[in-house]
């Protein structure tokens, strides 16, 4: 399958990635085939989807007469017949291993040998998803941030039985909609972002846990420190800039004293044995009359993604 020859992309599972990824290839003038369970769902994707493209044309990142045209491009459905002629097809239901692999033997039966077929998982190993499929070669990943019709990173990650055609394609299909495609080039647990994510984060819950800080002083240290710059400076760009000698000398003090526990901080556990699970309870690190603050930030985020795509 050749970039050119995608004109059509289904999209599998339409929640909170699935139908920003369908907003995506609309947008840039694919067909879409939005696929779930129940009629409900859809109704409610294709709901957040005008949402979102109302919010982007008051920003500015498109017009108003564009919006009726990206909607015309989704076409919903719960029949998973109705996605096989897809020339692309990206699996976006919940993180669960046994549901994926069997998603992916189901569409490996039902599509063409040269239709892609791309998972949008963003920890879960390429190679064990694709475990049940027998043309594992055109199975990959594509691991979409949110918001994924905003954010420009996509993971494209090989898997062990992952041709490298299949991964060139698909990022000439990704650029072709704006993205910025980053090859993963061994299959391992959480891939770049959410290695670097996590390790950050706990690094950052350990400190809490420790007494070192409270939560509002370690994302103050992030969101007006070091975050500020790390939209135009990685850290391995920052390691050459300040020099690899003191960064070496700086690890050789320091890291014997962060966090390199293996599994999760017992204060998380915590929180989530005692039902503090953040938004969706009204307690986790913060508690409910701390979150206006939080969802303004949502906003915030919109801006800085223009910007980012401008």
Known sequence: MRAEDVSTVAVIGAGLMGHGIAQIFASSNYEVRLLDITDEILAKAIQNVRSNLIMMAQSGLIS????DTIMSKITTTTDMNDV???QLIIEAVTEDRQLKQNIFERLDNL???DTILATNTSVIRITEIAAKARYRERILGTHFWNPPYLVPLVEVIKGDNSSDEIIKETCRVLRSVGKHPVTVMKDVPGFIGNRLQHALWREAISIVANGIADPAAVD???KKGLGMRLPVLGPL????MVGLDLTLAIHEYVLKHIDSSPGPSPLLREKVEKGELGFKTGRGFYTSVSYTH?????TSLHLVCRLLLE
């Open 220 to 222: 103050d240290v992030i």
């Open 84 to 86: 096989k002629e897809a």
């Open 111 to 113: 599509c063409p040998t």
């Open 294 to 298: 939080l969802r303004a930030h949502e």
């Open 237 to 240: 760009e920052n390691a050459d």
């Open 64 to 67: 108003d007469e564009e919006i």
